[in-house]
């Protein structure tokens, strides 16, 4: 649906730049001794080192692996239900928008190569056996191409995205690697551990790594590892692990990199003869892509939602607790139960996807994934954050 679309261009982005930045705290501990041998460092210098890492060129080889535990069977049929229910869904194959096509990297195991240099040129393939998917930002214009299609996507970069290399436009830096490390740690509170342990090999790079822990209980995150590049600072391997084990949630890494300039090749785009192109800004004009309810949702839908489809102003939001254990409460007003006007398919995705659960509260369905959690109350209430089911529930216990 349209505001699907448009959160899949941000979601991925700013929920790893929420998790570093926002769950950091301090616990001073030196790299143990390992393989390579390194100095000694403190948690807050190695912050320190990555704040301070200006690293504008590199090329390489990135291998991410996302398992969030979803019930994808569930899902399937319960949107094929839904779909059929409303009388037949979109078709068709995979989009060359990258605002849709890199929805992929939230699920199973991909291949990318990547080239940056400098904040102006950056490219990215998605390797997907013989075919590749490409992505090539070079000055003010963004290509993708698809071999598999031979489709075509461009679109101007926005003119006034940067002011400068430094930031996103209006946002102030602390001016000192230092002071940004103190800000990120004052942020960060008593809540969180993070400590320096050991060294690792990756990429052929000598890394540091530092791990960081929830000191709360609750917590549907058991600990979050980066390796960091010994020479530059640059975080080379990211990986966020569950309280339920297993597979990491997010498994991500450079599997080869050079930190030299790369060719000016890799970010020249010509569109090959005979390929479809088709321009970001037509796509405004026709209104959102794939989008078959022109941005509002079907009267039941809408409702059963609480109105929060496209366009709506309903819901407030409020946050309980704190640190990792943080609750996003919304009220829609509209009850789940007893909904006539929700399509019968809709509440059989609910059944399929979610477990029962009942208290003080009254009774609702439970949302799990590996990280995110998320309890619909029948008498609307949604209640979501990085938490176990039980926290769901005692919320909703608390707050009747």
């Known amino acids: 649906m349209g505001e699907t679309r448009k959160a899949s261009r941000y979601i991925v982005p700013v929920a790893v730049a929420g998790v570093a930045a926002a769950t950091i705290g301090l616990v001073p501990a ?14 807050q210098q190695l912050i320190e080192k990555i704040a301070a890492s200006d690293t ?5 080889t990135f291998r991410v692996s996302t398992d969030l535990g979803l019930p994808l069977e569930g899902l399937t049929s319960g949107l094929g239900g839904l779909a059929g229910g409303m009388g037949g869904g979109a078709g068709g194959g995979a989009s060359v928008d990258p605002a849709e096509r890199l929805t992929q990297l939230v699920s199973g195991s991909h291949t990318l190569r990547v080239a940056a240099d400098g904040p102006d040129r950056q490219r990215l393939t998605l390797l997907d056996g013989s075919d590749e998917y490409s992505l090539i930002h070079n000055g003010d214009d963004v290509w993708a191409y698809d071999s598999a299609s031979k489709e075509v996507f461009h679109e101007k970069a926005p003119a006034d995205a940067r002011d400068d290399h430094d930031g996103p436009k209006g946002e ?3 001016g000192t690697p230092k002071q940004l490390a103190d800000e990120v740690l004052k942020a960060a509170g008593d809540t969180t551990s993070i400590t320096v342990d050991g060294t690792a090999k990756v990429a052929g790079r000598d890394a540091y790594q530092l791990v960081i822990k929830p000191k709360q209980s609750g917590s549907t995150v058991e600990s979050i590892k980066i390796a960091v590049d010994a020479a530059s600072g640059t975080p080379l391997k990211f990986t966020l692990a569950s309280v339920e084990g297993g597979k990491p949630v997010v498994d991500a890494g450079f599997t080869k990199v050079d930190f030299s300039k790369p060719a000016a090749s890799e970010f020249t785009f010509k569109a090959p003869a005979g390929a479809k192109v088709t321009e970001g800004g037509a796509e405004k004009e026709a209104g959102e892509k794939g989008d078959p309810f022109g941005g509002a949702l079907p009267g039941g839908l809408e409702d059963a939602f609480g109105g929060f489809g496209p366009g709506s102003d309903k819901g ?8 990792w254990t943080t609750i996003a409460k919304i009220d829609s007003g509209v009850p789940v139960a007893g909904n006539d006007e929700a399509p019968k398919e809709f509440q059989g995705l609910l059944d399929s996807l979610g477990d029962k659960v009942t208290g003080p509260f009254g009774s609702g369905t439970v949302f799990k994934t590996k990280i995110v959690n998320a309890l619909l109350t029948d008498d609307g209430k949604v209640y979501v954050g990085a938490v176990t089911k039980d926290a ?3 919320a909703a216990n608390a707050g009747k």
């Open 56 to 60: 504008q060129t590199l090329s390489g």
């Open 392 to 394: 769901l529930v005692a």
């Open 30 to 43: 030196l790299a143990a001794a390992g393989d390579p041998d390194l100095p000694e460092i403190t948690a």
């Open 316 to 323: 407030g939001v409020n946050v309980i607790g704190e640190g």
């Open 172 to 174: 102030e830096l602390p």
